[in-house]
């Protein structure tokens, strides 16, 4: 590779000026005038070698082996930085990389095979996926993915809050729904479930049971109606989620916290720490000792447990089952519930920062610049399942990921219907299906090329060399996006390189640039532009697989198929 061949070279001239433990550092400019990698090596050597950086600078272009480092030229700028045009040879190299790895291309053995689980979703039974339940699935599922592709053994876990309160509500409003079917006046709660989906559950009640329940109130009876309401929406949210290609390893319940007695043994566990006292008829544990703003109530006065001991119950369950890593993807009204939860863990011994959380804002829809509010199913915002059969799996998931979990999400329902270029996901998927059909214009299985006797430094236009590092920085671009968890980063990425592949496929029209065509009459440079097609194919394959996107291999558009190529 170009950069070991350089950090090479500037190692030896570094040992004989006798920095021998020299660090190097390469990075690609931002202004490709300034070439195709600069370092700073010399600025970071000029306190211990005690010279001036432009002078170590000069020193280290005057010794260097171009041909040896693969380098057409190097340039001293500014207070002493190296900055690096390789030989076309050089930056065309990674094309045989990518070509022989093909679909493990991008992918790296960071995480050396170490567990880490990634929980999302967690959704109340109570109704249909909202957008926010979407935003979540898309960024939790790539996470886990761009840990998959870092060499990370990954668990993918939905935690069903099937207890509390707001499963009372729904058990009671499914009972009042049903009551009604069968002609008994019984108001929905006004706190209760309204959407049209409480009626769905009624209905199947009422063929699944009868009668039975119209005047039995007893607390078995309300229960029977629960765990049915439950059972659908569990199966509705499951259809949602694998229509929506996510999926899950392990799905928990919070019921099975107080079933199997483990929310009675976390409060003992804490109560044996020390850091648990009395104070107005509840039970407090000292939390602002690992961070917390105060201390909070662990168990309330009538002995029930505060809603944060269930997650450090849960929590613990995370860890007894090997999960030293854990990432929780979850909205950002769960933001007050970190360090609360934090510090429970850490009473019980766990160490600080356990778990890890990426915290999403919300979506807000709008279409013809209005807000998209209101679902007559759900009684509420927008379903999950609404939004993806109106513009797509691919485009829905790819908007969730495209911004930083942090940042608010307008979903422009304009621009996710447009289906030119100008939506962010057609732009990647075009420029994948313009590179498959220039193999289906020249007649060849992409599957089977490879850089072969390609003479890979005839790949020496500009437009050429710049798409070829975007190509080489893929598997940072992976690697950078696992480390943040954000799938944004690889979005970002994927859209600029689609956006140097289109101007290089428009720019090779033979009617406009014949000298640019990639099936050019001179056989030569005809397998040199195959490689590069091929290359382009594989990574936006690739970087599309790791967000759960399709990569079409044709699509329609304005354009004949065979006018550029």
Not at 403 to 415: E, G, I, S, Y
Request: hydrophobic fraction near 40%.
């Amino acid at each position: 590779m170009a950069h070991e061949a350089i950090q090479a070279e500037l190692s030896r001239v570094l040992a004989e000026m006798g920095a021998h433990e020299a660090e190097v550092q390469l990075e690609r400019p931002r202004d490709p005038t300034h070439g195709d990698v600069a370092t700073n090596v010399a600025l970071t050597l000029a306190r211990s070698l005690k010279r001036s950086p432009r002078e170590i600078a000069d020193e280290l272009a005057a010794g260097l082996d171009l041909v040896r480092a693969g380098v057409e030229a190097v340039e001293v700028a500014g207070p002493g930085f190296l900055n690096f045009r390789l030989a076309s040879g050089a930056v065309a190299s990674v094309l045989g990389d990518i070509l022989a790895q093909d679909e493990r291309y991008g992918r790296s053995d960071v995480g050396a095979g170490r567990v880490v689980m990634v929980e999302f979703v967690s959704a109340n039974p109570t109704g249909p996926l909202h957008l926010g339940h979407g935003r979540q699935a898309a960024l939790g599922d790539a996470i886990a993915s761009l840990l998959d592709w870092t060499g990370w053994s990954v668990s993918r876990e939905f935690y069903y809050n099937d207890s509390g309160r707001q499963m009372e509500l729904l058990a009671r409003s499914v009972r009042a729904r049903y009551r009604q079917m069968l002609g008994k006046n019984e108001p929905v709660p006004d706190d209760g479930y309204q959407g049209e989906y409480v009626k769905d559950v009624a209905e199947s009640l009422v063929e699944e049971v009868g009668d039975r329940y119209v005047e039995d109130d007893s607390a078995e009876a309300l229960d029977a109606v629960r765990a049915h309401a439950v059972r659908m929406l569990r199966a509705e949210q499951d259809r949602d989620l694998a229509d929506f290609r996510v999926r899950f390893d392990h799905h928990f319940l919070e019921s099975s916290l107080y079933e199997e007695g483990r929310v009675d043994r976390t409060i003992q566990s804490l109560k044996d720490t020390g850091l648990v006292y009395e104070k107005d008829d509840a039970i407090w544990l000292e939390t602002s000792r690992f961070g917390d703003q105060k201390d909070r109530v662990m168990v309330r006065g009538n002995g029930q447990p505060t809603y944060f001991l269930p997650d450090v119950a849960y929590h613990m369950t995370k860890w007894e089952r090997g999960f030293q890593r854990v990432i929780n993807v979850q909205g950002s009204d769960h933001h007050g519930t970190v360090d609360r939860v934090r510090a429970g863990l850490q009473a019980l011994g766990l160490p600080a920062g356990y778990p890890e959380y990426v915290l999403h804002q919300m979506v807000r829809v709008e279409k013809e610049g209005e807000e998209v509010k209101f679902s007559k199913r759900a009684g509420s915002g927008m379903t999950l399942r609404e939004l993806y059969e109106e513009v797509g799996v691919d485009v829905t998931r790819y908007f969730f990921q495209m911004r930083k979990p942090d940042a608010h999400l307008l979903f422009d329902m304009d621009v996710a219907l447009d289906q030119s270029d100008k939506n962010p996901v057609y732009k990647v998927q075009y420029a994948h299906a313009r590179m498959c059909a220039i193999f289906r214009k020249a007649k060849l299985d992409p599957n089977e090329l490879t850089s072969g006797d390609a003479d890979l430094a005839m790949l020496g236009h500009e437009l050429e060399r710049e798409l070829v590092k975007e190509l080489a920085d893929f598997p940072g671009a992976v690697e950078r996006a696992a480390r943040e968890a954000s799938p944004h980063v690889l979005c970002d990425y994927l859209e600029q390189t689609a956006g140097a592949a289109n101007s290089w496929y428009h720019a090779g029209n033979p009617s406009r640039n014949p000298e640019l065509a990639v099936l050019t009459d001179d056989a030569d440079l005809r397998a040199a532009r195959l490689a590069l097609a091929r290359g382009v194919q594989v990574v936006l394959r690739n970087g599309l697989t790791v967000l759960g996107i399709d990569a079409p291999d044709e699509m329609i558009r304005d354009e004949p198929e065979d006018e550029d190529a």
